[in-house]
């Protein structure tokens, strides 16, 4: 089992839908959870960060952690042609590396 | 000002070549990075460098060597290149060592290498 696991998509829905971003991981130890925005031809850049459990909120963004069930998402409200883009989770434990997810493929159509 | 550069952003070269990447972060950042992405997209961590003090050592071959002349930058040497090899590099940033809530690691746009 990967440490970390995300469905690669892709996602396609119409502008205004709300997306649901998820992923699942395996090591207990982690404590820090990201979530990173990669547009085409670019490196990723850091949407959001939670640590341990709860939910953040930043304008359509809300992410959360639920470390019982060892489940991570990112929610994207009013979802806009602009956020399409591929989504990569990350996480780490302490001082250790981040380990990221393989990514998801989002599109929003206008 | 671009915060994190790489060069160069292209690279096509023939399999046995030896070629580097470059590297340089103007954030005055102390721990330095490189990932490889393959074509899944998949990105994973290969190196890091902490005021010039190699932290994070994964498992890649010996054939890639980070070189850390001074903490603004870290570049990356590979010999004998293989078809394997073929990704996009990207160089990162951040001010620790990711020892902080919400350490941001900030990256470079990527280095895209082809290997014939």
């Known amino acids: 089992q990967k440490e970390v696991e995300q469905d690669p998509g892709p996602l396609s829905v119409p502008e205004g839908a709300i997306v649901s971003l998820n992923c699942t991981y395996s090591n207990s130890a982690f404590q820090y959870f990201m979530w990173y925005r990669q547009y085409s031809r670019k490196g990723p850049e850091l949407l959001m960060y939670?640590?341990?459990?709860g939910n953040k909120e930043d304008g359509r963004f809300t992410a959360q952690v639920d470390k019982s069930s060892k489940y991570i998402s990112l929610f994207i409200r009013d979802s806009q042609p602009s956020d399409s883009a591929t989504y990569l989770c990350a996480m780490r434990s302490g001082s250790e590396k981040l380990v990221f997810g393989k990514g998801t493929k989002l599109t929003v159509n206008p | 000002d671009t915060a994190v550069s790489q060069t160069p952003k292209y690279l096509v070269t023939q399999m046995g070549n030896d070629k580097s990447i470059k590297c340089e972060q103007n954030l005055g950042h102390d721990t330095m990075y490189w990932y490889k992405q393959d074509s899944k997209k998949f990105l994973k961590i290969m190196f890091s460098?902490?005021?010039?003090?190699?932290?994070i050592n994964e498992t890649v071959p010996n054939r890639f060597s980070p070189k850390s002349p001074d903490k603004a930058h870290l570049n990356l040497h590979i010999n004998s290149l293989e078809l394997g090899d073929s990704a996009v590099y990207f160089c990162a940033s951040s001010q620790g060592r990711t020892t902080g809530i919400g350490e941001t690691q900030y990256f470079g746009p990527g280095t895209r290498l082809l290997v014939l």
């Open positions: 460098y902490n005021n010039k003090e190699l932290i």
């Open positions: 939670t640590y341990s459990s």
